[in-house]
Each structure stands twice: as C-alpha cells, then as structure tokens.
C-alpha cells in the first residue's frame, strides 16, 4: 500500500525507529507511560505518513485478539483481581508498543522498498527473502479485499460495511491461504526464470535519501522513547 503522503524516509531513521522501539519496550515496565507516548506520539506520527488506516487494521486484527485472549486468561487465572486487570494492561501496552514502532518503521511504499533495502546492506538472496516477504504480506491484503468483493457480488453480503467484512473472516481463511500460497509459488517460479538475482545485483534505485523535518521528528521521538524507557 502506498503511502498516500509520499513521505521518504530515510533508511537509517528506519532502522532506529525498529531497534529503539524493540529496546524501549524490552526495558519499559510501566503502562502508563507507554500509553501517553504511543496516543500523544505514535498515532499522530500514523496519522501525518498517511498510515492510520493501516494501524487501525493492525489494531483491529492484530492487537485486539490477544486483549481478548489475555482478558480471558486472566479471568480464568487470576479471577479478574485488580493485580491481574494491571499485569493485562503492561503485557499489552508494551507488546502494542514493540510492534507499533516496527510497523511504524517497516511500512515502506513501493517505489522506496528496494532503495532502502539495498540501504540496509541486503543483497543477493537475503533481499530475495526480504522482498517476497513484503509481497506476500500485500499480497494477503489484496486477496482478501478480492475475497470479500467477490462474496459481496454474489450476494453473500447484504451491505458492505466493516461489521459486514469482519463477518467474512471464517469463509475467507482456506481461500485466502491457497490463494496466497499459490501466488508465491508462481512469483517463486518467475523470479527462477527471470533470473531476479542477477537483476537485482545490476540495478540500482534512483531515489535519493535525504535528511528532511519529518526524520529528525522521528528520531527524536525515537530518542524520547528511550529515555522514557530508562526512567520508568
């Protein structure tokens, strides 16, 4: 998915933006602090690249499942004590703070992917790797909405809102696994034959990075982050 601000972020402001968070939340115990940082910060960052609604789907399918599951087991557990409702709280506030930073830092645009991978140092077939890694990943996007669009269409679907497509998810599964797993096998077979490893050691990105406002934003807050992670 494109970003629709066409913001171009520099590879290195990536790369802090996925270890600083990694670390910060490794180190970060308290969930209060980690809740303030990412609604003040994350989210407005989301909300200027363009990516909110892309977080929003994370949160929606990713984050909110294991809350679920978490309030569950520590129903079952802990008998919904005011000690278990606290530790729910700090395994999933600091989870949603690890994965936001990476998702934050790994939603890279297209026409900026090869460029900044090449940046990163990958070559031959760890970028092979990287690359069909991010495919698939659209790949799984564009299936699924196909998937829901063709239901819609047969009258499977009476109006077609979020409930609606929330709904879907069970008939979508099976589809959408041979459906994507068919899809890397053929991509798999047209890379053998166009020979993409040779190709990618010849070609070489035209974009250019450069430091603008938006990176040295980031990395501050980055910074903050981990300051914030040292003293709570």
């Known amino acids: 998915m494109a970003n629709s601000r066409k ?9 802090v933006i996925v270890v600083f968070g990694i670390i910060g939340g490794a180190l970060i115990d308290d969930p209060l602090p980690i809740s303030i940082y990412y609604l003040c910060c994350l989210l407005p960052l989301f909300y ?18 294991i809350s679920l599951s978490y309030i569950l087991i520590y129903i079952l557990l802990r008998d919904g004590d005011s000690e278990a409702w606290y530790m729910m709280w700090q395994s999933v506030s600091k989870i949603l703070s690890i994965t936001t930073f990476i998702q934050l830092g790994l939603s890279i645009p297209p026409s900026q992917l090869f460029g900044t991978l090449k940046s990163f140092g990958l070559s031959g077939d760890n970028l092979l790797v990287i690359l069909g890694a991010f495919a698939v990943f659209e790949d799984v996007i564009g299936k699924a909405s196909k998937i829901v669009t063709a239901r819609y269409s047969r009258g499977f679907i009476r109006s077609r809102n979020t409930l609606n497509s929330l709904r879907q998810l069970p008939y979508i599964f099976i589809p959408l696994i041979t459906g994507v797993l068919r899809g890397s096998y053929i991509r798999s077979l047209s890379w053998d034959e166009k020979d993409m490893k040779y190709l990618i050691l010849k070609f070489h990105p035209r974009i250019e990075f450069s430091i603008h406002g938006i990176d040295i934003t980031i990395l501050t807050a980055s910074i903050g982050w981990i300051v914030l992670a040292i003293y709570f």
């Open 48 to 65: 200027y690249m363009g990516l909110i609604k892309r977080h929003l789907l994370f949160l929606l399918f990713g984050i909110l499942p």
């Open 7 to 15: 913001v171009i972020l520099h590879p290195f402001t990536r790369l």
